[in-house]
């Protein structure tokens, strides 16, 4: 029954897996919410200087236009030109009536960008929208004037009628701005990462202080076992050594029977001892691999639990082929002798238990209480057991298991409440 402090360990780690994902999620609300807004600025601050910049372009083309200048094609071409601002005009049917732009053309048709905005940046006031195209980023905007726009209708689309009340577009190329998001981006995911690492270390130091008692009284009551262990091999060896010295024939009836009851009981020590002994010190019981008799050691170690059987009046049979597996004997052994006493321990007076051997499979049968269903699936952990009623620290089919696996041997439980169990190993 040794405890051990990977379980305190897998309890911080639970502990600590829920209290991480719960953060995460508060964490994961604030920085989008962070995210958005920090987000709003950056397209906000771009859209002010592409607002800028069509204003400039506006009054420079307006000073132009006063001065008389009559080709408003050419007009636009000197001025963005003379400025270094590539822009295009769009209609209202997103037909691009002209552009200096290297993205779009004259002849273009751009409704689809119109219609949807990877960036969705829309002003209230004014039809201003941010669409991405490709790599690219641009304004749309509608902040020219009607002056402007009359000459656009008058110039460059003349099938266009009310062009000048907000019927088109003038398109500037915002640069940068995908540029800043995915920085935005990367200091964002950086300072979650921080924030999560922080959240962690402290979550973690402040279980594993809580926890610290537990943990030392964990680490006490593992030495109290082990030294217990030991303690108990001396005299427990004096008894069954006295046990097996005495002889039956040379007592009188009356004690006979108080004989064979401190034998049992001393078998029955015997039998917690070397679960003890396997549980906290495996090493001592590891043994080399031999190929195993395994009829002869059923053989025997049914003579050792037959007066167990025979006290509560079961019914024992056993049905031995001849069979062999390369294993440890005493670690088949303990495999053996945990289910002959599960066997023994949950079947009622008067039952049955059968034990067949054939060349590859094990199986015990009993008529006992049976299992839950639902304790079916953890009756080979540690301290599980399926019936409270009957003593035991829960530890013999975890031992079972263990050893089971180590030599790749299939174990199986079938088992119905009220009519029986049946542990089927195969190999």
């Known amino acids: 029954m040794l405890l051990r402090l990977t379980d305190g360990k897998k309890t911080i780690l639970n502990i ?11 964490l994961g609300i604030f920085f989008y919410s962070w995210y958005q807004k920090e987000k ?20 420079h083309l307006y000073d132009h236009l006063k001065e008389g200048e009559q080709d408003f094609l050419k007009l636009l071409e000197e001025t963005s030109l003379e400025l270094q601002i590539p822009f295009g005009i769009a209609n209202a049917r997103g037909n691009v009536l002209f552009s200096t732009l290297e993205r779009f053309k004259k002849g273009d048709n751009i409704q689809e960008f119109i219609s949807y905005q990877d960036i969705e940046k829309k002003h209230r006031a004014h039809n201003d929208k941010i669409i991405k195209v490709e790599n690219d980023t641009f304004l749309l905007t509608q902040r020219a004037g009607g002056r402007f726009w009359r000459f656009v209708r008058t110039q460059l689309d003349e099938e266009s009628g009310d062009f000048y009340k907000g019927g088109g577009y003038l398109i500037f190329k915002a640069g940068g701005i995908m540029d800043s998001l995915l920085a935005l981006w990367i200091k964002m995911a950086f300072w979650f990462f921080c924030a999560v690492m922080g959240i962690l270390a402290v979550a973690y130091f402040l279980v594993k202080l809580s926890l610290k ?21 001396t005299p427990l060896s004096v008894i069954l050594m006295s046990v097996e010295r005495i002889k039956e024939e040379k007592l009188e009836p009356q004690d006979l029977q108080k004989f064979k009851r401190i034998k049992m009981a001393a078998k029955t020590l015997s039998q917690i001892y070397e679960d003890l002994v396997y549980y906290n010190f495996p090493h001592l019981m590891e043994g080399k691999n031999e190929k195993i ?6 053989s025997e170690r049914v003579d050792y639990f037959m007066p167990f059987y025979q006290q509560k009046n079961i019914d024992f049979s056993a049905n031995l082929q001849e069979s062999s597996i390369v294993a440890s004997r005493t670690k088949i052994a303990r495999v053996v002798d945990n289910l002959l006493d599960n066997a023994f321990k949950y079947t009622n007076v008067g039952g049955k238990v059968h034990l067949n051997l054939t060349k590859n499979t094990l199986s015990v049968i009993d008529n006992g209480c049976g299992i839950k269903k639902e304790d079916q699936k953890r009756i080979f952990e540690r301290y599980v057991r399926s019936n409270e009623e009957q003593g035991g620290f829960g530890i013999g089919l975890s031992i079972v298991k263990k050893i089971c696996n180590a030599y790749k041997i299939e174990i199986t439980c079938k088992s119905e409440v009220g ?7 195969k190999w």
């Open 419 to 425: 009519k029986g169990s049946e542990f089927i190993l």
């Open 16 to 26: 600590l897996s829920l209290y991480l994902i719960t953060s995460c999620v508060l």
């Open 293 to 298: 008799d395994l009829k002869q050691l059923l």
């Open 213 to 233: 008692p537990l943990s030392e009284k964990i680490t006490s009551l593992n030495a109290f076992i082990k030294d217990s262990t030991h303690e108990i091999n």
């Open 40 to 59: 709003e600025v950056i397209i906000d601050d771009k859209i002010l200087e592409l607002r800028e910049l069509s204003h400039s372009f506006i009054t």
